[in-house]
C-alpha cells in the first residue's frame, strides 16, 4: 500500500505546525505525504537496535543520535522555518553539527538518515526521500530492508549520490561518515527471527 496525500494543495512548515498532532506527515516540495501506520516489530527491532548501537559508539562526542519522530527541516537555501516545503522524520538520524539543532527537531542535512523499509513507505524511501536527501546534501543514506536481510548505502560524493552498495545484514557495516562506528548485525536479525511465523 503506498502512503497517500493528505490533498492537493501546496504546504509549508507553517502549516505543517498548525496541524493536528494525532496524524503524522512529511512535507516533500510542499506535498504532505501521510506517514504509514505503526511500524511493525521487525522495524522497530531494527530501528531501535541501530539507535542504541550509533549512541553507544558516539557517546561522549559531537556527534548526536536520534530515532523517530524528529522533525528534520531541509531548507533550500536560507529561508526561514515558515517557508520550508520539506519536512521529514527519518527512523534514525545522526547530527554531528550542534548549529542545526533547536526546540524543534533539525534544521538542515544529518550526517547520517538511515530508513527501516516497510512494505507501504518502500517507493516513498527509496525514491522521493532519496531525491531530497541527496539534494541536501546528506552524506550517508542507508535503506534496511528487514525481509531482504539486506541494506542499500548511498553516499554523496560530487553533488551526488553514487551508485549504492548494498551488502547482506550479516556482520558488520562501517558507517563511512562517522570513522570508528559500525553497526553489528548479527544480534539484530537474531532477534527477528523470533517474530517470523
Known amino acids: 500500500m503506498a502512503l497517500a496525500q493528505r490533498d492537493t494543495q501546496y504546504h509549508t512548515y507553517a502549516d505543517y505546525l498548525s496541524w493536528p ?11 504532505a ?9 521487525d522495524h522497530q527491532e531494527l530501528a531501535g537496535g ?16 536520534f530515532i523517530a519522530p524528529v522533525d528534520v527541516r531541509l531548507p533550500r537555501a536560507d529561508e526561514e522555518d515558515g517557508r520550508i516545503d520539506t519536512v521529514v522524520q527519518p527512523d534514525v538520524l545522526v547530527v554531528c553539527d550542534p548549529a542545526k539543532l533547536d526546540r524543534r527537531g533539525v534544521r538542515g542535512a544529518p550526517d547520517l538518515v538511515v530508513e527501516v ?25 542507508w535503506l534496511v530492508h528487514p525481509a531482504d536481510r539486506m541494506v542499500t548505502i548511498y553516499r554523496l560524493q560530487d553533488g551526488g549520490f553514487g551508485k549504492p552498495e548494498v ?11 562517522l570513522p ?4 553489528v548485525w548479527d544480534e539484530l536479525v537474531a532477534r527477528l527471527i523470533a517474530f517470523e511465523p
Do not use: F
Open 21 to 31: 498532532e494525532d496524524v503524522r506527515y512529511e512535507l516533500i516540495d510542499g506535498v
Open 33 to 41: 505525504w501521510c506517514m504509514a501506520p505503526a511500524p511493525t516489530l
Open 50 to 65: 541501530i539507535y542504541r548501537q550509533l549512541g553507544n559508539a558516539l557517546q561522549g562526542q559531537s556527534c548526536r543520535p
Open 117 to 141: 523499509i516497510s512494505p507501504g513507505s518502500a517507493s516513498h524511501d527509496h525514491w522521493r526521500k532519496r531525491q531530497v536527501y541527496e539534494r541536501a546534501g546528506v552524506p550517508e543514506y
Open 167 to 177: 551488502v547482506e545484514l550479516a556482520g558488520e557495516t562501517p558507517v563511512r561518515v
Open 180 to 183: 570508528d562506528v559500525v553497526i
